[in-house]
């Protein structure tokens, strides 16, 4: 009884599982035969001798040598069918072991127990508690597929024992192993503080020391609770249940896939997406991907840049040009003034003498004031050309940093990249003269 139930099993209880839907077509296929066999003999049973000796029936006798040897070799495969139909059926209950996470479908509920379909002798029970929500409500449905383990085949009542929850467990472990042993990462939130490190919940919980909790020293770790990240496993001991990890490791290989890509496209005049990770007095450093250049503050404007923090903060991202990449040292300059053209290129057909200009006041000195007429063209109103009427000793008489003056253009040095202007000859358009 119990192999013809093994036969009649549910389709959806093998779903997703090829070595168990194999067997199974191949077990269907030999039952449709022993089946088809069966039937035959029952034809042939019918038209045989009754109990009164009826004329219509054959002896045996009565066989000629040729049907009597077809029929021998018939029976002798229908032996041989059942006897592989037996084997599959062992081997079979062989693949199912305990401890081993299978797949079945849900056949009936009750008060207890689920009963779920492995594929097994019997149908296998899982305690209802274990698909009870924090509610009180039941999750399971009639044929539903569920992964179980197989706690015990057979207890002392002879009933076959799962469990959904062990399932689980056992393969958030068989995920944890395989990331260890192929040192891929994996993903986990740091709970807590303990001693010596931070406690990381990654499905069970893992130990993360101090040292490894980033590429340089992080002085208060207390920062980092309830933040996740990607670690690596480098001790794994499953009997203990004892898991160290490191942030530290999987940083520096993202950094190593990083600067290899970066690497792989570093060429001068190449354009490159960076990152600002640190300001100084003399320009800004970018990271490119595993590997920081240096924009120098006299590349990042045509115009006049007093400090890098006027154009850019620390985690801004930035586009820049290779002027320069030294391979052996990954020494890298970059530019951005050089992505766009040098404006002093078209000054002189920009600004012809006499055109008027508005521009803002950048510095003072004492024989005059610096005048931005565009972002890299600057421009020198001396004191001599700011007044008719005033005898003007200092630019500060009259203008201050920041002004927007009106001038016109008294000439223009593109080679030298000097300008010079006049503020009066504004105020006496007539006299255009130009000393």
């Known amino acids: 009884m119990a192999k013809t139930r093994f036969v ?3 389709r959806d209880a093998f779903k997703g599982d090829q070595v168990f839907q194999e067997t199974l077509e191949i077990i269907k296929f030999g039952v449709l035969r022993l089946m088809r066999n069966t039937t035959e003999e029952n034809a042939e049973n019918t038209f045989s001798v009754d109990k009164n000796g009826d004329s219509t029936s054959l002896d045996d006798k009565e066989l000629i040598p040729q049907e009597r040897g077809e029929a021998a070799s018939k029976n002798e495969e229908d ?3 059942r006897r592989d139909f037996m084997e599959l059926f062992e081997e079979n209950l062989k693949n199912i072991r305990e401890g081993k996470v299978v797949k ?12 779920v379909d492995i594929g097994y002798k019997s149908e296998g029970q899982i305690r209802i508690a274990e698909f009870t929500n924090p509610r009180g409500g039941v999750t399971a449905r009639v044929g539903d597929e569920v992964e179980v383990v197989l706690v015990r ?8 024992i799962l469990s959904k929850e062990k399932a689980g467990k056992v393969k958030l472990w068989d995920k944890i192993e395989e990331s260890f042993r192929k040192q891929t990462t994996i993903k986990g939130r740091i709970i807590s503080l303990v001693k010596g490190g931070l406690c990381v919940d990654i499905g069970v919980q893992a130990f993360l020391p101090g040292s490894q909790a980033g590429l340089r020293p992080v002085r208060d770790l207390s920062t980092l609770i309830g933040t996740e990240y990607d670690f690596k496993i480098i001790k794994y001991e499953k009997r203990d249940e004892n898991i160290v990890l490191s942030r530290r490791a999987a940083l520096e290989a993202e950094q190593k896939a990083l600067r290899e890509k970066t690497l792989a496209r570093l060429e001068k005049d190449a354009l490159l997406d960076g990152i600002v990770t640190n300001i100084k007095d003399y320009g800004l450093f970018v990271d490119l991907g595993g590997i920081v250049g240096l924009l120098h503050i006299t590349d990042m404007s045509w115009g006049r840049v007093a400090h890098p923090s ?18 052996e040292k990954e020494r890298v300059s970059l530019g951005l003034k050089q992505m766009t053209p040098d404006p002093w290129i078209q000054a002189e057909e920009n600004y012809p003498t006499h055109t ?16 931005e007429v565009e972002k890299g063209i600057e421009g020198l109103i001396q004191v001599s050309e700011m ?19 009106e001038a016109m253009v008294l000439s223009v040095d593109a080679a030298k990249k000097r300008i010079s202007l006049s503020m009066k000859r504004i105020e006496n358009p007539l006299d255009t003269r130009i000393d």
């Open 387 to 405: 007044s008719w009427n005033e005898h003007i000793r200092h630019p500060s008489q009259i203008l201050n940093v920041g002004n927007i003056v």
């Open 153 to 160: 085949k057979e207890d002392k009542a002879g009933r076959i």
């Open 310 to 327: 006027e154009l850019y903060q620390i985690g801004d991202e930035i586009t820049v040009k290779v002027l320069k990449f030294n391979k």
């Open 79 to 81: 032996l041989q069918d």
């Open 356 to 371: 008027k200009v508005k521009g803002k006041v950048l510095s003072l000195v004492e024989y005059g004031a610096f005048v």
């Open 8 to 10: 009649a099993l549910r």
């Open 104 to 115: 079945g479908a849900i056949v009936q509920i009750d008060k207890e127990f689920v009963l």
